[in-house]
C-alpha cells in the first residue's frame, strides 16, 4: 500500500465551488503539506503543517484553507473554485529527524474548475 | 533567500546518449540537504536521492551519478546510456536547517527530458 495516498485523483468541477481534497499518511510524519504544481511554474508551497496545533501559509495560500484532523490527515480546501486553480495538486509528509530530511509525496489530484 | 535554478527547460537526446541534468543552488545557510526527485509521466513525483552539505563524494546508483560541488553551488545529476523510460521531468530541490520552525523545501522548475527511441 501507498505511504501516502490523495482522494480523489481527478476531480471536475465548477466556478464557485467548494472543494475539499484529502490526504492521508502511514509513514507516521509529523509534517505534511500541500503543493500546487502548473507547467513551467514547478511545484509552489500553499501550506504546511508541522504537527496538528501547526498551520502555516506557503508562497500561495490565497483561495486555499487547510485543515489537520489527525497527524496522519492533512486536506486541502477550495472554499469558491476559480479557474486558475486548475492544477496539479501534491500532498507530502517528510520526516526531519535523524538526519533523514526528505519529502515524500502523494500520487497528486488532477483539479479541473470549468 | 534560498533558491534553486535549473536552467534547461527541456532536454532531448536519443537512446544511450549521456545527458547531464544541472542544478545551481542559493543558499548561506552551511547546513542544508539537496534532492532530485523525477516525475514520470504518470504524475507521481519520486524520491531520487539526498545529499547533505557536508558531504561532497559523488554518488552513482546503477546508470545514475550526480556531481556535488560545493565551489560551484551545483548539485548535477548524470544519466548515461538513457533510455526511453528515462524520459521524465526532473526537480532538484533544497532544504535547509530542517529542524527549525518554517523550515521548507524549495525546489527548482524542473527540467523536461525526453529519451528518443
Known amino acids: 500500500d501507498a505511504d501516502v495516498t490523495q482522494t480523489p485523483r481527478n476531480r471536475i468541477t465548477k466556478t464557485g465551488k467548494r472543494i475539499m481534497l484529502e490526504c492521508s499518511q502511514t509513514?507516521?510524519?509529523?509534517?505534511m503539506y500541500w503543493y500546487r504544481q502548473d507547467p513551467g511554474l514547478g511545484l509552489r508551497l500553499i501550506y504546511y503543517?508541522?504537527?496538528?496545533?501547526?498551520?502555516n501559509k506557503g508562497e500561495i495560500s490565497d483561495g486555499y484553507s487547510v485543515s489537520r484532523q489527525a497527524q496522519a490527515k492533512f486536506s486541502l480546501s477550495l472554499e469558491s473554485a476559480i479557474p486558475n486553480q486548475t492544477a496539479l495538486y501534491f500532498c507530502?509528509?517528510?520526516?526531519?529527524?535523524?538526519?533523514?530530511?526528505?519529502?515524500?509525496f502523494g500520487p497528486g489530484t488532477r483539479l479541473t474548475v470549468l | 533567500a534560498q533558491k534553486v535554478t535549473q536552467a534547461q527547460t527541456e532536454i532531448s537526446v536519443v537512446e544511450k546518449e549521456d545527458v547531464t541534468l544541472d542544478c545551481v543552488y542559493e543558499?548561506?545557510?552551511?547546513?542544508?540537504?539537496l534532492f532530485w526527485y523525477k516525475q514520470p509521466p504518470s504524475g507521481e513525483l519520486v524520491f531520487l536521492i539526498r545529499?547533505?552539505?557536508?558531504?561532497?563524494q559523488n554518488e552513482i546508483s546503477g546508470r545514475y551519478s550526480w556531481n556535488f560541488q560545493k565551489s560551484t553551488s551545483s548539485f548535477n545529476f548524470t544519466i548515461t546510456a538513457s533510455q526511453v523510460v528515462d524520459s521524465a521531468v526532473y526537480f532538484c530541490?533544497?532544504?535547509?536547517?530542517?529542524?527549525?520552525?518554517?523550515?521548507?523545501?524549495?525546489f527548482g522548475t524542473g527540467t523536461s527530458l525526453t529519451v528518443i527511441p
Open positions: 509513514k507516521g510524519h509529523d509534517r
Open positions: 503543517s508541522f504537527d496538528v496545533k501547526d498551520i
Open positions: 530541490a533544497l532544504s535547509v536547517r530542517p529542524l527549525e520552525p518554517g523550515n521548507q523545501f524549495y
Open positions: 543558499t548561506r545557510d552551511t547546513t542544508y540537504y
Open positions: 507530502a509528509t517528510r520526516g526531519a529527524a535523524g538526519g533523514t530530511d526528505t519529502q515524500y
Open positions: 545529499r547533505n552539505s557536508f558531504d561532497e
